[in-house]
């Protein structure tokens, strides 16, 4: 099992790291879950006395207010004080809404992630980023808050399909092409399933953690993580809207591959990402640019009415702010 101290919490990883569940000195515990966490997951949870079950509806389209009112009702309705705690089971939209809701109940309880996908162990369970849709929009409403804790045990991703694997592979790849050539060099040469999940999980973590450790609030060096994500939330935000919602990873790697062709890299670099991702990755349709700018003009990191990307220099080195108007996609 293996610490990695983030701002004021670590995160444990490992077969072990379930041990280091402790809910002592806590007057309330609930466990959130989905359909899908609830049978296969919470099963492999050590028994935690007197916690409650709250059950949420699964999907990026459930991550609203509405999701958040019925955690926050059935907070109140078993008499949740400021002492009580919330443990977030479950991929992104659990650990994102669950972590927002249990920061804003009664200003603030305390919660810890316990993420059960490889996108949530890489990325979403990582740093303190929490939020919820609103309006069609992706991650529209939310607060930096960070958890108590953070459990990462492999022995969750056993029950994902592999399409969900391969969302969360997604964010391994972008964590890869924006700071690090020799993990890019190493995905690349390697079968997926070959991949020894447990280093790259901890490799990962520790790119993201570095990432948010110099720039908790977004201010300048955690923008790099953001790669893939101008495009990619626009394109999450255009499926949601469709009614037909993709993956988050899905979007990302299409983000990728559109943001990948205004960034500065060689063309021989550029075919290699597109290459890699085409050739590993069933995606689908990539809409219309015109079609994602109503979103794009949305996104939350825009500037003075430009649309703010993060692209790569290289392969393993990317630039922040680079402004884009409209007409400029």
């Known amino acids: 099992m293996k610490e990695i101290k983030s701002d004021n919490y670590s995160i444990w990883l490992g077969e072990n790291s379930l041990s280091k569940l402790d809910i002592s000195g806590y007057s309330k515990v609930a466990i959130l879950v989905d359909k899908n966490t609830k049978r296969n997951c919470l099963p492999k949870l050590p028994q935690l006395e007197n916690s ?13 207010i509405n999701t958040c009112n019925f955690i926050w009702k059935q907070l109140t309705a078993h008499h949740f004080d400021r002492n009580s705690l919330l443990i977030n089971l479950g991929g992104g939209v659990i650990g994102d809404m ?9 200003r603030g309880i305390d919660f810890i992630q316990v993420p059960t996908t490889l996108l949530a162990m890489v990325d979403a369970s990582v740093g303190g980023k929490l939020a919820i849709d609103f309006n069609g929009l992706k991650n529209q409403v939310g ?3 960070n958890p108590e804790l953070v459990i990462i045990n492999p022995i969750f991703l056993q029950t994902l399909a592999e399409e969900e694997l ?11 092409l924006i700071t690090d050539k020799n993990l890019w060099k190493e995905l690349t040469s390697t079968a997926f399933d070959k991949l020894n999940w447990e280093a790259i999980i901890l490799t990962s973590i520790q790119i993201k953690n570095k990432i948010v450790l110099s720039d908790p609030f977004e201010k300048g060096n955690r923008k790099k993580l953001n790669f893939g994500h101008t495009f990619g939330h626009a394109i999450e935000s ?18 990728i591959l559109l943001e990948v062709e205004i960034s500065l890299v060689s063309q021989e670099q550029n075919n290699e ?16 640019k ?3 700018l109503p979103f794009l003009m949305n996104d939350k990191k825009n500037k003075v009415g430009k649309i703010n990307f993060t692209l790569l220099t290289n392969i ?12 400029e996609l």
């Open 52 to 64: 409650i079950i709250i059950e949420i509806k699964s999907g990026e389209e459930y991550k609203t």
């Open 290 to 292: 015109s079609d994602l």
């Open 238 to 255: 255009y499926y949601l809207e469709k009614g037909t919602p993709v993956l988050h990873g899905e979007a990302v790697l299409m983000g």
């Open 98 to 106: 669950g972590g927002f809701a249990a920061s804003t109940y009664k």
């Open 273 to 288: 990402i597109k290459n890699y991702i085409l050739s590993n990755f069933s995606l689908p349709f990539t809409p219309k």
């Open 143 to 145: 607060l930096y808050s």
């Open 166 to 176: 391969k969302s969360g592979f997604a964010e391994v790849v972008k964590h890869a």
């Open 316 to 327: 393993g080195s990317c630039s922040v702010d680079n402004l884009f108007s409209t007409d």
